[in-house]
């Protein structure tokens, strides 16, 4: 299956849906603000057109959208008030694969057919130097495609220790395909000095075989890959560089909760039930994870497996994920 069709967050307002778990992906919005500030003060000081034009990439659904772009659109109100300069028109422009965007299913599954080819990050999106500032939270990790010669990645779903080298290579590879053509494709499209922030999952290590990612070694799932790469800050600032088209103003590491925080509420509900908080931390968990995964893993397991399987995830895994940190990193960008 195409990985467009499959490569989505759970819809709607429920449960499991990411609007209501991705209390993770707010937490580094919240973190990387200053860096979005420092942004907007160094374009301004290059850039001050009658109207901004500004595109969130990979965008999904939910209020952490509206919450980045809010966030841009006063910084520049407020520089404007400061600097005495009238306050700019905008247009927001909020991208991601046909099935994270606001329309129905019945819209999705046209503009999928009608022209797919608008949604990959590897195509052109906008017009020629149209764009002032461009952002994507937690998007770039994600790749194009499962990447090719996996097949003695036996017992595995991604990198892991007892992977071969050449496992290791082939997603680092791909990555590298990807952001390079994602970075050519909006040097492209964003104006002279104007700036881009991106942010993703990373990895400490530079060396992946000594980072520690999960094995399953059940027989059926040897066929199953995960599209995705956690690249390191040196694989990062080297894409980059060698693409030519931007300046590095800052390539920032920093660490998020893995786990997301039981709200006042659910503290004050469970003050007395010590090991019941600790169930709950675990399903939320277990949730947030599931709303990013489901599709993708539904799309090849069906849907049958997914109940059972994230219960047994929250019971066994997600407990050791209740304390754990994911790598992130940031980095702001200036068009040449």
């Known amino acids: 299956m195409a990985t467009e069709k499959v490569l989505r967050m759970n819809p709607a307002d429920h449960e499991i849906s990411y609007a209501n778990n991705s209390v993770t992906q707010k937490e580094v919005i919240l973190k990387i603000r200053p860096i979005i500030e420092e942004s907007i003060i160094d374009m301004f000081n290059k850039i001050v ?90 998007g770039i990790h994600w790749l194009s495609k499962v990447p090719v010669g996996l ?23 791909q990555f590298q395909k990807d952001f390079t053509n994602f970075l050519s494709m909006r040097s492209k499209e964003i104006m002279p000095q104007g700036c881009m922030v991106l942010t993703c999952i990373g990895r400490k290590n530079p060396n992946p075989s000594k980072e520690d990612y999960g094995v399953v070694k059940e027989a059926d799932v040897d066929s199953f890959n995960l599209p995705y790469y956690t690249p390191c800050r040196e694989e990062i600032a080297e894409i980059v560089e060698r693409e030519g088209s931007f300046d590095i103003k800052r390539l920032q590491v920093f660490e ?81």
């Open 49 to 138: 057109p009658i109207y901004r034009k500004v595109a969130d990439l990979g965008c999904s659904s939910g209020p952490n959208t509206f919450m980045t772009t809010s966030h841009i659109i006063d910084n520049i109100h407020g520089i404007c008030q400061q600097e005495q300069l009238k306050f700019p028109e905008f247009e927001l422009l909020l991208n991601d694969l046909p099935e994270n965007d606001f329309n129905s299913a019945e819209e999705r599954e046209r503009r999928y057919s009608a022209g797919k080819v608008f949604y990959r990050r590897s195509c052109r999106l906008f017009p020629t130097k149209s764009l002032h500032f461009v952002h994507s939270s937690y």
């Open 256 to 336: 998020a909760n893995g786990s997301p925080v039981l709200s006042r509420e659910e503290q004050l509900h469970n003050q007395d039930l010590d090991f019941n908080v600790y169930l709950e931390m675990r399903k939320k968990t277990a949730n947030g994870v599931r709303a990013i995964s489901e599709p993708l893993l539904c799309s090849y397991f069906g849907d049958a497996v997914v109940d059972k399987l994230f219960t047994r995830f929250a019971t066994h895994v997600a407990g050791g994920l209740s304390n754990s940190k994911f790598h992130t990193i940031v980095v702001s960008l200036t068009k040449k």
């Open 151 to 173: 097949e003695d990645n036996k017992g595995n779903i991604y990198m892991a220790r007892s992977s071969p080298p050449s496992i290791f290579k082939a997603y680092a590879d």
